[in-house]
């Protein structure tokens, strides 16, 4: 990292009131830079409460528009608006729609990994870190839908022991980890801890001992006493790990194709240190949303924010639109 851009970077956000907010997917010395690093959930918290004018998110861009969902008054930026996602490719507004008007008695529990617009027509938002606490205040006599990630919904549904109807989609980096792989890495190193995201196909996450999101594989590397562990999931999240133990043996799982870096993801990496600094200069590009539509996805992150505090939530008898 280069120090001038990081300290132009600093001086930026005291000139332009403004707060970096970097997701655990990004290079280190952008979440060194950064004002919180965390998860979605975080970052959306965060987006919510913070009190400087501008709020710059590195990561992509479902993640600022959460954001600008949430904190409407205040600028959003990226450091570019190409940053998208595989599950939000995924899940076209036309083909969602349609999938929950065959199912208008279902409540649609939507990973936050989405477009502002398939927000809009979900009843409730989700991420990794927060989805069985969400999922366990539906009725039990209600049909569950379960989006983008077909994997994570799963995971959960196996869980809770609870059936859902699973959207198919599914995020392309997680999708390569390789169980063959991964058993002859675990005889490998057979003293390793494994843990993996929900993300990852299930012959995967049969090898894990831990599964959960990001923030609780970074805790799990914090407080569990073994001096090793096989990680399945982005390669972003080694930085924070390596701070909090900075003696412990990190082996990131494996994929199909031993040659290609396929554990990192491509989206996220289209962020980087100039990109940032040109963002705060310029205060573009900025994430905007159609007022419409923003109040009407932000029911669904409204009812995410509800429920992780505690508070009761009335849920719509039927779908209409």
């Known amino acids: 990292m280069s120090y001038d851009i990081a300290a132009d970077i600093q001086r930026l956000k005291k000139e332009k009131n403004a707060v970096v907010l970097a997701h655990y997917y990004e290079d280190g010395d952008i979440q060194d830079v950064a004002d919180y690093v965390g998860d979605s959930f975080y970052l959306a918290k965060m987006g919510q409460t913070v009190k400087e004018q501008v709020i710059l998110l590195a990561g992509v861009v479902f993640m600022a528009e959460s954001v600008k969902i949430l904190n409407p008054t205040k600028t959003v930026l990226v450091p570019n608006l190409e940053a998208s996602c595989s599950l939000v490719k995924g899940a076209p507004y036309d083909k969602y729609l349609a999938w929950r008007r065959q199912h208008p008695d279902g409540i649609a529990v939507t990973y936050i990994n989405s477009s502002a617009e398939v927000k809009s027509i979900s009843d409730v938002i989700i991420t990794s ?159 905007g949303l159609d007022e419409t539509l923003r109040v009407k996805a932000q029911v669904s992150l409204d009812r995410m924010m509800a429920i992780t505090s505690g508070k009761p939530v009335q849920w719509p008898a039927e779908f209409t639109v």
Request: charged share 25%.
């Open 129 to 287: 870190s927060n989805a069985a606490q969400i999922v366990d205040s539906i009725p039990k006599d209600r049909k569950v839908l379960f989006g983008p990630d077909q994997h994570l919904g799963r995971w959960l549904s196996k869980k809770l022991n609870r059936p859902f109807e699973l959207w198919q989609g599914a995020c392309e980096v997680h999708v390569l980890f390789n169980a063959k792989r991964l058993y002859e890495l675990i005889q490998q190193h057979p003293d390793a801890v494994v843990i993996a995201h929900p993300e990852c196909d299930e012959s995967v996450l049969q090898y894990a001992s831990v599964v959960g999101s990001t923030s609780r594989l970074l805790e799990e590397v914090e407080k569990n006493p073994a001096t090793k562990f096989i990680v399945a999931t982005e390669t972003g999240i080694f930085h924070q790990m390596q701070k909090k133990r900075p003696e412990a043996t990190l082996i990131q799982a494996p994929v199909l194709d031993a040659g290609c870096s396929c554990n990192n993801c491509p989206y996220m990496k289209m962020n980087n240190m100039e990109k940032i600094k040109h963002a705060l200069e310029t205060l573009q590009p900025e994430v």
